[in-house]
T-cell receptor, first 112, second 111 residues
Framework: DTGVSQNPRHKITKRGQNVTFRCDPI?????LYWYRQTLGQGPEFLTY????????KSRLLSDRFSAERPKGSFSTLEIQRTEQGDSAMYLC??????????FGSGTRLTVV | EDKVVQSPLSLVVHEGDTVTLNCSYE??????LLWYKQEKKAPTFLFML????IEKKSGRLSSILDKKELFSILNITATQTGDSAVYLC???????????FGKGTSLLVTP
């Protein structure tokens, strides 16, 4: 499969725990994006990487959220001290040019 | 604040009907308007529109952008049950890298 791969597909965690999600973009894509989507809403932008540099962060990305893209390949999104409001689908996308996004299937997080 | 508004939020039609989905936007330094189809998980790309008045077509789907009135429409003719999905529109600006999505239109096509 040469698409954008996200793991895990589903994650259930207790409030207060830390979680980490992984995204493997399409190999020749140097741009990588994280979005969050809740039920009945469109995806909301979280952050953007060009190669290993994090170039933009949304104000939605509180200090409990951190994203990395070491070596400009895969990316991780970590949420510390999860809250119930963090329950959502976390979508990763990658692109070669500025708008040709390919989305992954997402990681669905449920905080109980 | 930038915003993208889609209407209707949900729609139920019979197979064979034609539907028109609407997207209006207010985006600073607008660049392009994109349409995506989201069935269960990943949104899949349909169209990108940058210029006014130029219709883009793909099979039974077509879309057009009006940059003066700040809206776009997505038309689906001869709908099929496989068209059932959430249709998302998103605006891109020259000011950043993010796409600003609307809430989507949930389309259900019944046999």
């Amino acid at each position: 499969d040469t698409g954008v791969s996200q793991n895990p597909r589903h994650k259930i965690t207790k409030r207060g725990q830390n979680v980490t999600f992984r995204c493997d973009p399409i190999s020749e894509h140097n741009r990588l994006y994280w979005y969050r989507q809740t039920l009945g809403q469109g995806p909301e932008f979280l952050t953007y990487f060009q190669n290993e540099a994090q170039l933009e962060k949304s104000r939605l990305l509180s200090d409990r959220f951190s994203a990395e893209r070491p070596k400009g390949s895969f990316s991780t999104l970590e949420i510390q001290r999860t809250e119930q409001g963090d329950s959502a689908m976390y979508l990763c996308a990658s692109s070669r040019d500025i708008l040709g996004y390919t989305f992954g299937s997402g990681t669905r997080l449920t905080v109980v | 604040e930038d915003k993208v508004v889609q209407s209707p939020l949900s729609l139920v039609v019979h197979e064979g009907d034609t539907v028109t989905l609407n997207c209006s936007y207010e985006v600073t330094n607008f660049r392009s308007l994109l349409w995506y189809k989201q069935e269960k998980k990943a949104p899949t790309f349909l169209f990108m529109l940058t210029s006014s008045g130029i219709e883009k077509k793909s099979g039974r789907l077509s879309s057009i952008l009006d940059k003066k009135e700040l809206f776009s429409i997505l038309n689906i003719t001869a709908t099929q049950t496989g068209d059932s999905a959430v249709y998302l529109c998103a605006a891109a600006s020259n000011s950043g890298y993010a796409l600003n999505f609307g809430k989507g239109t949930s389309l259900l096509v019944t046999p």
